[in-house]
């Protein structure tokens, strides 16, 4: 081969193309062997390996039905929760007027299962107390003795009337003892209904702590954001707080007074609790009076117990209570039938196009075959990343866009051999077609790429969840099409134009400009044409005589004064 500057740009950028496939598997190999999150094989989604089904009842206060709107809000919540514990392709669906029905790809873990199922609503209460999970006390015989039970004889009616939420008036006889007696490995079924101006009673997830809680101050409904990041100053991971209009005035009322018992030294009464389907989820004390509305909760967050934090937060306003109804796996409603079908169905396409190829492009045909073949391993190991890092999973709907983009991908390299084949035919040399075939098949295929690309992410916009799958894997395919294009198509054929079997035209290459009925020689010469009415002479006399009506006036003067030129040699000859 010679050593052009096309050769040595073709081999930098088919180098390019194989430091970016060692990346992408090199990532894999991360994900499978060091973070153990990521697979060798594709995610498969709901409708062809089954998963988990959850159908959540809808509950109100005074037991009516709820409107269509309060379901479709908690519908998208409950979407904003499965998202973001990173599960792609969820089903999540409304029922029959009270019931929202979750399914799941495979098997939810716990994690994924509680985001779900943590459906109350999210509340805000100031601490009136706070110790250990206790039960029972050390009595001066030294015996371990249980609390007394609250019974109806004690006062449970406070006196004087509570002031504010914060008010110690709200910790009557009963409640103390109920306080006291609370069993948090046995919490109460109700505590998650516990009516919004009374006190409540509850612990931390862990059962460690159990706090004595003043009414509702504040409701999820006024946080509008919750994130988590890192503070500029100390580095660690805090939660950052975002209250609506409303929020802000009645949190920067509940800051200074909970700030003040912080300088009089009333602990646990600076801290405010996030109470979440009846739990608390975090207590956090009150360093300072926030009027802003954008308070940051601190502590020994690390990144994903803050990022839970943050989602718990963000997320755990729902406008309805539920109860779990049912919680079962599903078997899939296609099966593996089904993707054998589609995945044969792949191959026989492949196969068509293959032997099409091999056909209409002898020995071209096999570029357009690797071409494919290189699409298919990167297709493959990014589907598999975007399972680990997205959660993406393959349907069968995506696997019908995967199988749609092989006719898509030929359309490209046919685009590309028929410019070749025309310059070919207009008298170019075969280096110099392979570049002015690319320069022109560019703009076309570009422009035919981007309306996919463009139809691609309408159709994932405006489309229902079970088509989104086939948008996604059709725009991610024309993406990496219009790359192999780029960077392995158009330099793998400019090395074979300057090979002898491609350079020289040989029959069997594709590219012999003969037999594709070439008859220049140059712009201003022909090939000379037998006369024939029908095959191969006679498609090339006609191309002859296209060719003399194509030709400008000084390239037809030119042709005349050679031929004139030729037959005054002749007729010189003749005379000696």
């Known amino acids: 081969m010679a050593s052009s500057s096309p050769v040595k740009h073709a081999w930098r950028v088919l180098i390019g193309l194989l430091v970016v496939a060692g990346v992408l598997f090199g990532i894999n190999a991360i994900g499978v062997h060091v973070v153990q999150k990521s697979s060798w094989a594709p995610e498969l989604a709901l409708d062809l390996q089954g998963g988990t089904q959850i159908i959540l009842g809808a509950e109100t206060e005074d037991g009516s039905a709820p409107t269509q709107d309060q379901l479709d809000q908690a519908a998208a919540i409950i979407r904003q929760r499965v998202d973001a514990s990173g599960v792609g392709e969820a089903d999540i669906t409304t029922e029959g007027g009270r019931n929202i029905v979750v399914q799941i790809p495979g098997k939810a873990d716990e994690e994924t299962r509680n985001r779900i199922e943590a459906s109350a609503k999210l509340e805000l209460r100031p601490v009136l107390a706070a110790t250990g999970p206790a039960t029972s006390f050390v009595g001066d015989d030294g015996n371990e003795t249980p609390y007394p039970t609250p019974d109806d004889a004690m006062a449970s009616t406070p006196s004087p009337a509570p002031t504010d939420s914060s008010d110690l008036a709200w ?171 589609g995945l044969i169905a792949g191959l026989i396409g492949l196969g068509l196009v293959a032997l099409y190829s091999l056909f209409s492009y002898r020995a071209l045909g096999f570029v357009i075959i690797a071409s494919i073949a290189v699409m298919a391993i990167l297709t493959y190991v990014i589907v598999c990343i975007l399972a680990w890092r997205l959660g993406f999973r393959l349907s069968l709907a995506g696997v019908s866009g995967l199988i749609v983009s092989i006719g898509f991908t030929a359309d490209s390299f046919i685009v590309y051999f028929e410019r070749i084949r025309d310059e070919l035919r207009d008298g170019k040399s075969i280096t110099g077609a392979v570049e002015d075939g690319w320069s022109r098949a560019k703009r076309t295929i570009y422009i035919s790429k981007s309306i996919n690309i463009l139809a691609a992410v309408v159709l994932y916009i405006l489309a229902d969840a079970t088509v989104k799958g086939f948008a996604f894997t059709l725009g991610l395919t024309t993406l990496i099409d219009v790359f192999i294009f780029v960077i392995f198509t158009h330099p793998v054929m400019q090395l074979l134009a300057r090979t002898r079997f491609f350079g020289n035209g040989h029959p069997l290459s594709g590219m012999d400009p003969e037999s594709l009925g070439a008859v220049y020689r140059t712009r201003t010469e022909y090939r000379a044409v037998a006369p024939a009415s029908m095959g191969k002479a006679a498609r090339s006399a006609r191309s002859r005589g296209e060719a003399e009506r194509r030709q400008t006036i000084a390239e037809r003067k030119r042709a005349e004064a050679l031929s004139n030129d030729r037959s005054g040699s002749t007729d010189q000859g003749e005379a000696r």
């Not at 069993?183 to 109460?188: G, I, L, N, Q, Y």
């Open 171 to 341: 910790i009557t006889e009963k409640l103390q003892a109920e306080f006291l007696t609370y069993d948090c490995t046995a919490p109460r079924d109700d505590a998650a209904k516990a009516p919004a101006e009374q006190p409540l009673i509850a612990c931390d997830p862990t059962g460690a702590v159990k706090y004595l809680l003043g009414p509702v101050e504040l409701d999820g409904g006024s946080i509008t954001d919750a994130t988590n990041g890192r503070e500029q100053d100390s580095g660690q991971w805090v939660v950052n707080l975002t209250f609506d209009g409303k929020g802000t005035d009645a949190f920067g009322k509940v800051s200074q007074r909970l700030y003040a018992y912080q300088g009089q030294g009333l602990s646990p009464r600076d801290q405010f609790a996030f109470v979440l389907d009846g739990s608390v989820i975090s207590a956090p004390r009150m360093n300072g009076i926030i009027l802003n509305g954008k308070p940051s909760i601190s502590g020994s967050f690390d990144q994903e117990s803050s990022k839970t934090l943050a989602d718990q937060l963000r997320y755990g306003a729902l406008p309805l209570s539920f109860s779990v109804q049912s919680s079962d796996t599903i078997s899939a409603t296609l099966g593996s039938q089904q993707l054998q079908i």
